[in-house]
């Protein structure tokens, strides 16, 4: 029998999520310390590392043999999913934080033994939690999510890209991904990856490619984005594997086949 505590973590981890939100408010207007990281466009600020400080400490002193799989350094070097372990953005979106200040999030994930348990999407500015338990169904604050449509036409949805496929290392086959976009009835892009998979599962888009994301960009929205009939997978149709940067696409299970055969060519 398992001993994964998976309601008294998630009312714990609810309230952290919101204490961090709450930091991330109260602070929006004050000067910003950014810096960057892997290129000039990779932003990271004073904030993004003190909100992953505060659920480091926090976690560790209230389980302490559980693990953080973390982005900006404070978390635990973390090669495999066994026992719990906790997989977080402080801010994702830092660009949006920074230059709009709104359409960021704090995504925060539990998984144990590799199952996705509970995940946070927190949209902060705009105070919408979306959050769920593994087969307990997704919320977007206090609402149950409904299940996704029954079907699903490519030519009748919304696809979710950003230029990523264009600008950096050219992983895919770029005239296919045009074709997709020609295809599809509308792209979006909205600037956190985590708030994208929450939006997929509101149902008010319908696919989301992505060929760089890290495990805590995706961790918590595709738990929410399972519990409403959604599927999430690597752009070769394998499983994730929430260690890597998993060229990945999510959507509804009418049309994420049609994508991954048609329009994705890894090269
Ligand atoms: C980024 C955002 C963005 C996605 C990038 C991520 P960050 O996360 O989720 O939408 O396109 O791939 O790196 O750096 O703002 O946490
Ligand atoms: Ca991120
Ligand atoms: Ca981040």
Same mark, same amino acid.
């Given at each position: ?126 105070? +919408? =939690?979306?959050?769920?338990?593994? $087969?307990?169904?997704?919320?977007? /604050?206090? &609402?149950? !999510? ?76 595709? +738990? =929410?984005?399972?519990?409403?009939? $959604?599927?999430?997978?690597?752009? /070769?149709? &394998?499983? !994730? ?27």
């Amino acid at each position: 029998m398992s001993t994964f505590k998976q309601e008294a973590i998630y009312q714990q981890a609810k309230k952290w999520v919101k204490e961090a939100g709450a930091l991330i408010r109260q602070a929006i207007d004050q000067p910003r310390e950014i810096d960057t990281k892997a290129d000039a466009n990779d932003l990271v600020t004073e904030m993004d590392k003190k909100i992953e400080q505060f659920f480091a400490e926090h976690i560790r002193h209230t389980y302490p043999t559980d693990r953080i799989l973390s982005e900006e350094g404070f978390g635990d070097e973390v090669n495999d999913l066994t026992g719990t372990v906790w997989i977080i953005d402080p801010i994702d979106g830092t660009m949006n934080f920074v230059h709009q200040k709104r359409t960021f999030s704090i995504s925060l994930a539990v998984y144990h033994n590799g199952i996705g348990e509970i995940g946070f999407v927190y949209d902060v500015m705009a105070d +919408i =939690l979306y959050h769920a338990k593994k $087969g307990a169904g997704a919320y977007k /604050n206090e &609402k149950k !999510l409904s299940p996704i449509a029954d079907h699903k036409n490519l030519s009748e949805s919304i696809l979710m890209l950003n230029t990523f496929w264009c600008t950096s290392n050219n992983k895919v086959n770029d005239k296919k991904i045009r074709k997709l976009v020609q295809t599809v009835r509308g792209t979006r892009t909205y600037g956190s990856a985590a708030l994208e998979f929450a939006y997929l599962a509101e149902g008010i888009v319908d696919s989301y490619i992505s060929f760089k994301l890290h495990p805590w960009d995706l961790a918590a929205g595709v +738990i =929410l984005f399972n519990e409403v009939g $959604g599927k999430t997978v690597q752009a /070769n149709g &394998k499983p !994730l594997t929430f260690l890597n940067q998993d060229p990945m696409v999510s959507a509804h299970p009418d049309i994420i086949d049609e994508i991954i055969n048609d329009y994705i060519e890894l090269k």
